[in-house]
């Protein structure tokens, strides 16, 4: 049986050293939760929990957010001072922290054209691809959550339904003005941190995903401006929810992504019209199963590679 990657808790009480192998991992495994956050129905937490760092991430990233905080605000709010904001700024792995970014802008920037125009010219061929890849994904929070009980089960199925009748939903259209840009890109990047849930293909709910990618392949920086300022407030807001929930209720969390990412998958059926209504299988069937496979065995590739250098990195 293959055993998921060791995650670590969101505050490790030792970093793990930085090394030139580590920065370059950090910087792979960010390129590849940008490539996938630009395909609509797939989740950039999702792909997080693939290459083993969500809860590191999270944990880095909350202690970054509030530290910052903390700093600029000073003595100017209870509870926070400017020697707490810098104490959690020591807790943040920068050694992890940075080169994912940068792995994730660069797989944004790289990709975004190549997801257009997969999604233009292959919609089946690619939603087949990422249906296996979410589909053996599953496995990841399935083992994490540990022990189910029954009332696991429900509560699994629920989310399942939740984010199934959520994802049938028809697109809508709204008009890109600034307020607009900002609210999306904050609803969006708080989806991208929970497993399961596609910031893209909330985006193309609202009729907000091809203007985005657009605005990206031609470098408009006004909106991505807007953009930027929406998804800093909407991650800092969501963050500091999810480092308390990974910190005091992990079971729960991982027990509701299995849901959340099983129920998704519906978004990702090979064959849907532009209503999304399901489909059956059409002739391409035979080719969408050898996506679908491939899909799936780069997932399995990844998780045993995350898992053999979780190993080494132990030892």
């Not at 975004?112 to 939603?127: D, F, N, S």
């Amino acid at each position: 049986m293959i055993t998921p990657p060791l995650q670590q808790t969101p505050h490790p009480s030792r970093k793990p050293p930085v090394t030139p192998l580590s920065v370059t991992g950090n910087l792979g495994r960010g390129f590849v939760i940008g490539s996938v956050e630009s395909m609509p129905g797939v989740s950039g937490g999702t792909a997080a929990l693939v290459v083993g760092i969500y809860e590191r991430l999270i944990g880095s990233a909350g202690s970054f957010v509030s530290g910052i905080v903390r700093v600029v605000l000073g003595g100017s709010a209870p509870g926070r001072t400017r020697k707490d904001g810098r104490a959690r700024l020591k807790q943040v792995e920068w050694g992890m922290l940075i080169p994912l970014a940068v792995g994730m802008l660069l797989g944004l920037l790289t990709l975004a054209r190549v997801m257009e125009t997969a999604i233009e010219e292959y919609p089946v061929l690619t939603r087949a691809a990422f249906f296996g890849m979410v589909l053996v994904t599953l496995y990841i929070p399935f083992t994490l959550a540990g022990r189910w009980r029954v009332r696991d089960v429900i509560y699994a199925l629920a989310a399942a339904a939740v984010a199934y009748v959520a994802v049938s939903l028809p697109p809508q259209s709204l008009e890109p003005s600034p307020p607009v840009i900002a609210v999306s890109a904050a609803v969006a990047v708080c989806a991208l941190l929970i497993p399961g849930v596609s910031g893209s293909f909330l985006l193309l709910s609202i009729g907000m995903y091809q203007p985005a990618l657009q605005a990206l392949n031609d470098r408009d920086f006004a909106f991505i401006g807007w953009f930027i300022l929406g998804a800093v407030a909407g991650g800092a807001t969501m963050l500091r929810l999810l480092e308390w929930l990974l910190e005091h209720r992990h079971h729960m969390v991982m027990v509701l992504a299995t849901g959340v990412m099983a129920g998704a998958l519906r978004a990702l059926w090979p064959w849907q019209d532009e209503h999304r209504t399901l489909q059956a299988p059409a002739a391409d069937a035979p080719v969408a199963l050898l996506f679908f496979l491939a899909g799936a065995a780069i997932v399995v590739g990844t998780i045993v590679l995350e898992y053999r250098l979780s190993r080494s990195r132990r030892s």
